[in-house]
Nanobody, 120 residues
Framework: QVQLVESGGGLVQQGGSLRLSCASS????????MGWYRQAPGKQREMVAT???????NYADSVKGRFTISRDNAKNPVYLQMNRLKPEDTAVYYC??????????????WGQGTQVTVSS
């Protein structure tokens, strides 16, 4: 079973930066896609940024030009660099991976989330 743990969240002032990391445990054969999602209080979870195994990226309009998603190895597969943060970016951020485990079983895993709070 592939498990994910996010880190890097915290409290930052408006205009500041944070870098979120996602660590995985469990054997991974192949990752199809990775992404970051967020959920603010009283709102539905929304896509922030995604990246495929081929490197294609997609961003929410609200973060384009400010956030950058990048990928690395299977143990630390995906990062989110967040610059010029705004109070409306305040939310719990979740990492998501889908692909195939080393037992060739499909997985679609979520982390437990990391809190990002941007003060004005």
């Amino acid at each position: 079973q592939v498990q994910l743990v996010e880190s890097g969240g915290g409290l930052v002032q408006q205009g500041g930066s944070l870098r979120l990391s996602c660590a995985s445990s469990g054997g991974i054969f192949r990752i199809n896609a990775m992404g970051w999602y967020r959920q603010a209080p009283g709102k539905q979870r929304e896509m922030v940024a995604t990246i495929t195994n081929g490197g294609s990226t997609n961003y929410a309009d609200s973060v384009k030009g400010r956030f950058t998603i990048s990928r690395d190895n299977a143990k630390n597969p995906v990062y989110l660099q967040m610059n010029r943060l705004k109070p409306e970016d305040t939310a719990v951020y979740y990492c998501n991976l889908n692909g195939y485990s080393d037992h060739y079983e499909y997985f679609d895993s979520w982390g437990q989330g990391t809190q990002v709070t941007v003060s004005s």
